[in-house]
């Protein structure tokens, strides 16, 4: 199913078309309904038009403004992101692998996973100051997890009767897990990252509304604090587009490298989203 | 109790007319009511397919299949299918009594009615005790036999097996034979009957219809009755026997080394 | 006493005792530390050895000192916010995701923008919440809704979509209508589904609502731990993390008890598949 999902959403059929044309009409109503004050409610005097969005959009894009706090947020969630996979692939890999380890310590990363650990960010910020090492630090933390949980599951799927076989033939510990389980749970530690690309930005929105002073999460609520809804719309297009392009250029490069997967019917875990 | 299934030049594609996939190609084939067609043929050659393009599962791409002089549009009334995977037709949540139910359910009988033949059912296929078991807690073979009263419980006239017993260990498929030959005791049904085990298609059968390899067609029908209208497992070791098998054996044994040769998609 | 001995072995060759013995060790190993003050003497004032908070934890909530600490009300109050989120979510996305699965035309046109808008953040919302609905509960309860819908339409549309074709074919061929396939086939496949899309909505949902909390608000154990943060009193504020880890774990672990109890016949199927 998320071979079938990630087709349709990089290739679209002729449905895009209708999807457009829905986009469009959405559209063309709030921008009427915003401008008329539709049903005199009080909250056309937040929701700004369309239009001006666009405009305010492409002008704090020309005036770098938008740019400077995308690319702060960018940096962090890039930095989040790296440390957060690049310790938690091998580590949850090798905790799935080995039976006596996933008994022991996999209840403790699920237990973790369960807690809310934008909880520990007060503290992250007592150790390490309102800087960008704080919450960086909360990003990896909250990516670690989920690629870690991933990682368990691809860890947990090698089939022992491979192993075996391969261990028939001589192979070593190391081998075995350089040519057999990274390869196989390659699918799933790829879904983990996926999935944490949404979750970082959310620990980064979270991170930034609390204690910053730039970026979008900053941007959006400081906006909404100081009345200008039309940066306020801006920044919560912006972190759309963020994600959705994030997600999308993902998925073309997992589809182009992990074809063989897909074609061999299995499916990597859409549902473990643990993001918000 | 009216059965008589007429195939008539049925070609079926899968994807688009021109490059995609030709599964059957102008298969031909009169069953007369009452009968059991074995059809045997290797992997891949289309037979399933045949069968759900009876079951109006599918649709032909041309030619047509008429049951009782009508065309076949969707799914036909009193029709009754078993397929290969059992546990997947059985529902998991439901027991054992619920799920033989479900086709008299469907066909919109009250509690109080099904009970009866629900029992008898049971009864009938050796499930007694089982009744408050859940799919899960039986055999593969209890499981297909399930599937078996379940499909029988409505009495549909026309019954379609897809390799019923592929997925089940030989020795249970032994047993399960004779439940088919008891059931048609019971109720002369019209049986078609698809497996890949040549020695199943001759026991069961009236009539062997022997496929070729992908895209299918019918290379051959024998006409089997090595029963004679009895049950009888020791007919199998007769020189009989052996004889018709070897001639079907013969008859298909290139084709499977084609179809082996053949990607697998 | 010997068959005791034997299974109190078994359960922890099972891996539990380790497990605990790991947790022990770790705060005890932090309480000696943090009794040393090993290294930066800062450090441990916010690192608070574990049996201080503890104690700190069992006096909140037994005799909070004012409104502010009172442990008990504000984790009740976070736990009805994230409830009523995933009810809320649940009522909504389900049938959405029903839909959008059971009829593909829907799940042409729509999927794809629903799928583009997922990986936003709900809380990037919440500001504009925030303008709707004002600074209490009520904005808090819709960016976590946001967050759960998004999660339940998409186990839900899998759910409907993974039913197994064998079985929709088996019942065709009985005679079953659409409506009868849906009713009794399809709503059971997709429970498994639904109900680990709700396992992981109580995580989104809480993580949502002690976030906004945190960010803006008054009440609940976002707010406390905030709260206790401002004041420098660390130890109030682990006792808020504890009370945090305690709301969100068994609140999980809880559903999952629920779940096997309910969908066992899922579990043994796959068990045995």
Not at chain 1, 133 to 160: A, E, M, Q, T
Not at chain 3, 98 to 105: I, N, S, T
Request: aromatic share 12%.
């Amino acid at each position: 199913m998320r071979r079938a999902l990630a087709e349709m959403y990089l290739t679209g059929k002729s449905y895009k078309l209708t999807t457009l044309c829905i986009l469009f009409i959405f559209a063309g109503v709030y921008e009427f309904a915003s401008r008329t004050h539709l049903g005199g409610l009080r909250l056309w005097i937040f929701f700004v038009p369309p239009s001006r969005i666009l405009a305010t959009f492409f002008s704090l894009l020309l005036d770098g403004t938008l740019l400077e706090h995308a690319v702060y947020s960018m940096m962090r969630v890039g930095a989040g992101l790296a440390i957060g996979v690049l310790l938690g692939t091998p580590l949850g890999l090798l905790i799935g692998w080995s039976r006596s380890l996933d008994l022991v310590i996999g209840p403790i990363v699920d237990l973790v996973r369960t807690f809310p650990k934008p909880a520990l960010f007060p503290l992250l910020i007592v150790i390490s100051g309102i800087g960008e090492v704080s919450k960086v630090i909360l990003i990896s933390f909250g990516i670690f997890f989920i690629v870690c949980i991933n990682s368990i599951y691809g860890g947990r799927s090698i089939d022992r009767v491979l192993v075996a076989s391969a261990k028939v033939m001589g192979a070593t510990g190391a081998q075995i897990f350089t040519k057999i389980v990274i390869p196989y749970s390659l699918p799933y530690v790829s879904a983990g990252i996926r999935i944490s690309l949404a979750t970082s930005l959310t620990y980064l929105t979270f991170a930034e509304m609390l204690a910053a002073e730039r970026g979008i999460g900053y941007l959006v609520l400081y906006s909404q604090r100081n009345y200008s809804y039309d940066t306020m719309f801006v920044g919560v297009m912006a972190m759309s587009l963020i994600g959705g392009s994030m997600v999308f250029a993902y998925l073309s490069l997992e589809r182009r490298f992990l074809s063989w997967f897909y074609a061999m019917g299995r499916r990597g875990g859409d549902e473990m989203s643990g993001g918000a | 109790m009216g059965g008589l299934i007429s195939i008539r030049e049925v070609t079926k594609t899968f994807g688009a007319k021109t490059e995609g996939l030709l599964a059957l190609r102008a298969v031909s084939l009169e069953i007369a009511q009452g009968e059991l067609i074995s059809l045997v043929g290797p992997s891949g050659c289309g037979k399933s397919t045949l069968l759900n393009l009876v079951a109006g599962l599918l649709t032909p791409t041309s030619g047509e299949i008429l049951i009782e002089g009508k065309r076949v549009s969707g799914v036909p009334e009193n029709i009754g299918m078993v397929f290969q995977q059992y546990s997947k037709t059985l529902l998991p949540w439901r027991t054992v009594y619920e799920n033989i139910g479900l086709g008299l359910e469907l066909k919109g009988m009250r509690g109080k009615e099904r009970r009866p033949i629900v029992e008898d059912y049971i009864d009938f296929m050796g499930l007694s005790g089982f009744e408050r078991k859940k799919p899960y807690e039986l055999s593969g073979g209890m499981q297909q036999r399930v599937a078996l009263a379940r499909t029988l419980s409505y009495k549909p006239s026309i019954l379609l097996m897809d390799e019923p017993f592929a997925s089940v260990d030989a020795q249970t498929r032994e047993v399960l034979q004779e439940d088919i030959l008891r059931i048609r005791e019971k109720e002369r049904q019209t049986v078609l009957f698809v497996t890949h085990d040549i020695r199943e298609a001759i026991y069961l059968g009236d009539r062997a219809v022997v496929m070729s390899a992908r895209p299918g067609r019918i290379k051959g029908v024998f006409d089997v009755n090595i029963r004679r209208g009895r049950r009888d497992p020791a007919v199998k070791a007769t020189a009989e026997f052996n004889s018709l098998a070897e001639q079907v054996w013969g008859l298909i044994k290139d084709e499977v080394l084609d179809s082996l040769r053949a990607k697998r998609d | 006493m010997g068959r005791r001995l034997r299974v109190f072995l078994r359960w922890g060759l099972e891996g539990r005792l380790w497990t605990f013995s790991l947790i022990f060790a770790f705060c005890f190993l932090w309480e000696i530390l943090a009794r040393l003050q090993v290294g930066s003497f800062f450090f441990w004032d916010f690192m608070v050895p574990p049996s201080k908070s503890l104690a700190t934890f069992y006096s909140l909530l037994t005799q909070p000192p004012y409104q502010e600490y009172d442990i008990l009300y504000h984790s009740g109050t976070t736990l009805w916010r994230a409830g009523v989120a995933l009810m809320g979510g649940v009522l909504v996305a389900v049938p959405v995701g029903f839909a959008l699965g059971w009829w593909r035309a829907l799940d042409a046109v729509f999927t794809p923008l629903f799928e583009f808008l997922r990986p936003t953040p709900s809380l990037i919302f919440f500001p504009i919440l925030i303008l709707l609905f004002g600074t209490g509960s009520v904005s808090k309860i819709m960016a976590s809704l946001i967050a759960v819908s998004f999660v339940m339409v998409i186990n839900s549309l899998y759910g409907v979509k993974s039913t197994d074709s064998v079985l929709i074919n088996s019942l065709r061929t009985m005679g079953a209508s659409n409506a009868d396939i849906l009713r009794k086939a399809v709503l059971y496949s997709a429970l498994p589904h639904i109900a680990s899309g709700i396992r992981v909505s109580i995580g989104a949902s809480i993580l949502v609502i002690v976030s906004t909390e945190m960010i803006q608000g008054k009440e609940g154990l976002g707010f406390v731990i905030y709260f206790a943060l401002d004041r420098l009193q660390f130890d109030h504020m682990w006792s808020g993390i504890l009370a945090t880890l305690l709301v969100g774990a068994g609140a999980v672990y809880l559903w999952q008890y629920v779940e096997k109890k309910v969908l066992k016949w899922h579990f043994e199927t796959t068990a045995r598949a």
